[in-house]
């Protein structure tokens, strides 16, 4: 039993926490009224009353998405209840968001990924992966970094991929390195939190920010970008910054490691490989529907069935019994908080454009130099590049980057003549690669969580990498996708 004095500690240190989370929860809503009645009160008188309460409603969105004062699901019901209470937008374009195919997209991949977790079909490929190139430290990290780009295909929240990998990278660094916070254990700490970045680069259902793109062009604009579409588009970054990233990690963390430490590790992997025993016929039937999904999401310019659709019929077919192989009652357990997010921040980029404030935001930012900067595409893309990585840093939240500020370019973009799908594009790749801060992207977040790294460690190698990734995106603007006709 406890004694009284370790009782007491424990009271203490909880009293404690309980009073630092009240102390962030008030701050976050002083701050969030703040900012709402500065704009409503501040806007110049161009801007209406609806404009002015809906752009009030962002940005007050904005503050509490960023500092996370209450769970994210019940800021984005406050703001619904805000924009329906002050009947800035009619009813029925409040709910819009929800009614979206984004909606169901993320639902459904969450499912997938849940149905997928019933096997162990994503944990035999992960051993087999690390058995076949994990014999040094350079294969291993390269095995790390690759896992999650396959993950991407079937698996599409980014945070269930990093969950997957970093249990197994833990238990991998433990056998080879027990020394905390060396070279070794940052590098692949890294590698798992960068390679689960980059994996939402090229597979659009990858990444929360690719499908609120999508959906927001389609709105604004009318326009559709397809799944085969978005990888052909981005396809030579993602390839491209794989082995940056590797070539960085090594360069950075040397490690000077017995390579027989590396073989026990690849023995060990092969002995659960061999566990497994050989594929069931239920993991079988798990890969034959994810080729399946992933087969009519790359054919989406063929058959034209949107993307939610092709998900909603893997989720049937994972479930059907003697078809699927999971239960239905475990594969709809999945995280509201995020369904809420997206539905209210799609509302919230719906009401933006009902109410008519985007179009006045974009007039009150087409000062002389932007739009002459934006009217030449690849100073454009640079432009674009800058700000928003500029920006991310303020504004963490993937999700919340991209409904602050698409509709914004998409605006200006109009304003200058240039392609708004080439500078939406461009924005939303910028919004995704967080490198620099632990609360610029999810893997990083999980990454961290885990007391293995500290932040000052994501500071040099996320700068580098920030700066590759914007260097990389405008090589293959002014190659392939000239060469394409994109730009």
Known sequence: MLSSSKVEAVEH??????????????IGFVLAIGVFIGLYVGLPESFTTSPRLMIAIVSCAVVLWALEPIPIGLTSIIILTLMLVLDVVPTEIAYSGFSSPAVFLIIVGMMLARAVNETPLAKRITYLILTKWGGSEKGLLASILMIPQLQAFFI????VRTSLLLPVALNVMDMIDDKKESNFRKMIMLGVAFGGTISGTAVMTAAIGNILTVELLNEFLGVNITYFEWFLYALPIWLLLIPILWLLLLKLFPVDIPKSSFQA???EMGEKVKDFGKMSGKELRCLFILLFTVGMWMSEPLHGLHPSITALIGVALMTLPGIGCATWSNIVKINFDTVLMLGATLSVGYGLNHSGATELIGESLSTDWIISLMEKPIIAVIFILIITQIFHLAMSNVSTAVVALIPIYIGLSVQAGTDPILIAF???????HGYILVVEAMPNVLVHSTG????????????????FMTLVTIIVALTWWQLLGFM
């Open 13 to 26: 240190s909880y009293e404690n926490v309980k009073q630092s989370r009240n102390k962030k929860t008030i």
């Open 156 to 159: 599409p929240a980014i945070a």
């Open 265 to 267: 590790v690849k023995k």
């Open 426 to 432: 461009t924005a939303t790749l910028a919004c995704v």
């Open 452 to 467: 293995e790294i500290k932040q000052q460690s994501f500071l040099l190698p996320g700068l580098l990498m920030t700066g």
